[in-house]
């Protein structure tokens, strides 16, 4: 695909609009190749959290929801699924793509026959880390698909994401292309760390440590939860924000009250000033017990926030332990515990994990090193 012909068309295709890592590297391909003069259109199978509106006015790509699923409407959505995926074949058919790139497992198994089906010439699918809950049967499918004629290849975003695919999923080595994540991180406003502290309720003086991602089984909100009552034992006036939400939130919250630590705690639900709060925090934490490539981290690095995460596969480039962050085993709370104290009692090691943190995002990192990677699949696979 050569960035010269301006009329070229690209679609983006996601299957919910939310606030989770997939998401926001979709709107970000798609801002970043609007920039370069393609067309580019990014699609949703449904708004699960009511996004459409202010994502909407936010972008100057066309965005559009297909409506094909409700949350919470089961029997309705036998009806408005097929007229949803006819909408979808109908938005293909219109546009004449002559490219489209999916995401996550789901979106490839729905977008991927469909693009083929309109003859859309470049196809490319994606796989971001295994989906939490998602039945082996369905992976399998996933490894048929990418294996086959109806896929131009497969995007991991990390050589561990590429392992599972081979292993889990079958899928062959050839069809596999690695482009990591990137971020464009965002300069938070002047004041941020002062209005957000008095926000949330927190002393400007108090160490704060954030997490931020899904409230789920699979982000190990939980083994930071446990923590806790360690780090006060060291540190009382020290204060944990959990950013995000989801389905394991009312366990969180019941474990926090049961600890007794509720007044040391904060949920915020899902945010949209992430770097304002990343540049309010003392520390980060990614607890994580099974990732892809955390976009999360890498916007906390990216901005100098000394930061600890579980000892992953997919942390591999990223964070090197001593040098540009900490790891501790996933699940391990007293561990992880050990690691904060460890941060908050040693300024000196925060100051160098932060600048050699910072310097690997800086260097390894971009959306435009990303970016570029994707225009260079796209241009070579035309």
């Not at 990390?158 to 069809?175: D, N």
């Not at 040098?323 to 460890?342: F, H, K, N, R, Y």
Request: proline share 4%; aromatic share 8%.
């Amino acid at each position: 695909m050569n960035r010269i012909s301006g009329d070229l068309k690209v679609l983006f295709f996601g299957t919910q609009m939310t606030v989770g890592g997939a998401q926001r590297s979709l709107l970000n391909l798609a801002r970043w190749f609007q920039r370069r003069g393609y067309t580019v259109t990014a699609a949703f199978l449904y708004d699960k959290d009511g996004l459409f509106p202010s994502w909407q006015a936010a972008e100057s790509f066309e965005l559009v929801d297909l409506h094909a699923w409700r949350k919470g409407a089961i029997w309705s959505n036998f009806l408005r699924l097929p007229l949803g995926l006819f909408r979808f074949l109908r938005l293909y058919w219109s546009h004449r793509f002559d490219g489209v790139m999916t995401f996550t497992q789901h979106s490839n198994l729905i977008g991927i026959p469909a693009a083929w089906l309109a003859k859309v010439p470049v196809r490319i699918a994606s796989n971001r880390g295994r989906i939490d809950g998602i039945p082996l049967w369905m992976e399998r499918l996933h490894g048929v698909l990418v294996n086959s004629r109806l896929t131009s290849c497969l995007v991991t975003n990390s050589a561990h994401v590429c392992q599972q695919a081979l292993e889990i999923e079958g899928v062959r080595t050839e069809k596999i292309v690695i482009i990591p994540n990137g971020v464009e991180i965002a300069s938070p406003s002047q004041d941020s760390r002062v209005r957000i502290r008095h926000e949330l309720g927190i002393a400007q003086d108090a160490n704060l440590i954030l997490s931020i991602g899904r409230l789920t089984d699979q982000k190990g909100h939980i083994t930071l939860i446990r923590s806790i009552p360690h780090v006060l034992e060291k540190f009382p006036a020290a204060i944990t924000v959990l950013v995000g939400d989801g389905e394991v939130r009312p366990v969180l919250e019941e474990t926090v009250q049961q600890l007794g630590i509720a007044p040391s705690v904060r949920f915020t639900g899902t945010r949209t000033d992430v770097s304002d709060l990343l540049a309010a925090t003392d520390i980060f934490v990614l607890p994580s017990i099974s990732e892809g490539m955390p976009n999360a981290l890498l916007e906390a690095m990216g901005l100098g926030v000394p930061s600890i995460a579980s000892d992953l596969g997919a942390m591999e480039g990223i964070v090197t332990q001593g040098e540009t962050g900490l790891l501790v085993p996933p699940a391990d709370a007293p561990a992880l515990a050990e690691s904060i104290i460890q941060l908050l009692s040693d300024g000196f090691l925060r100051s160098r994990l932060a600048q050699n943190g910072k310097n690997r995002i800086e260097t390894t990192f971009t959306l435009d090193a990303m970016c570029e990677k994707y225009e260079q699949l796209f241009s070579t696979l035309m």
